[in-house]
């Protein structure tokens, strides 16, 4: 297992380093739609980059980190709440979120689909789920999948077209991008659509 309760300094320091600019301006994209005063969750957010970044964009919004580790937690910047939990059981009543963030965590996760359900739970009809991943069809993610199963990681690496169809079933319309051996989904539920 990767101890990222004691990893908090280090990606305090380097995390930013994995955000291209082409994932910065699609963490903008996903929330520029909500509302002034709307709520974003950022989960497995780890030190807050991803909230940080949309933060910068759009200070009107309300910013939640929620991570299992504390000590990742800790470094989470102001005015960003931070939240000790897991995705797999969100401390939030349902329809709490105008916009979800989900970066290079996903692949984490005890239980991915555990966590989909949360996830269409937490967000509003019209909310907003982005994710950021890395696609283990491209060479540096399979080295990457690699090597995170050889430290007892679950690995949950999923190549894009297999994420949108199991977010299909999870109720999301999805929008994928692409950027070299990374990609970005910015996913809506369809209940939105039929309304
Ligand atoms: C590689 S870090 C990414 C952190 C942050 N999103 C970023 O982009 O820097 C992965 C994070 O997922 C968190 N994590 C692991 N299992 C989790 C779970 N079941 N639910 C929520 N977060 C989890 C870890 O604690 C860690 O902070």
Redesign the pocket.
């Known amino acids: 297992m990767i101890p ?1 309760n004691h990893l908090g300094w280090l ?1 305090n320091r380097f ?1 930013n380093a ?2 291209p600019r082409t994932v910065i301006e699609a963490i903008y994209g996903a929330v520029r739609p909500v509302q002034s005063g709307g709520s974003v969750l ?6 807050g ?2 909230a940080a970044h949309a933060y910068r964009y759009r200070r009107d919004l309300r910013y939640v980190a ?4 504390e000590g ?1 937690l800790r470094y989470v910047p102001d005015p960003i709440e931070t939240v000790c939990a ?3 059981a969100l401390p939030f009543a349902s329809a709490s979120f105008d916009a979800l963030l989900l ?3 996903l692949h ?3 239980d991915p689909d555990a ?1 989909f359900i949360e996830i269409a739970r937490v967000l509003k009809a019209d909310g907003v789920l982005f994710i950021y991943e890395f696609d283990p069809s491209t060479l540096p993610g399979r080295l990457l999948s690699r090597s995170e199963k050889l430290l007892g990681e679950p690995g949950h690496f999923y190549p894009s077209e297999m994420l949108v169809n199991t977010l299909e079933t999870h109720g999301f319309n999805i929008t994928a991008q692409q950027t070299g051996w990374r990609y970005t989904l910015t996913a809506s539920l369809k209940r939105s659509a039929e309304k």
Request: aromatic share 14%; hydrophobic share 50%; charged share 15%.
């Open positions: 990222f990606f995390g994995v955000y950022d989960l497995g957010a780890g030190t980059i991803a929620v991570d299992p580790a990742m897991g995705a797999e970066c290079e965590a984490h996760f005890n966590a």
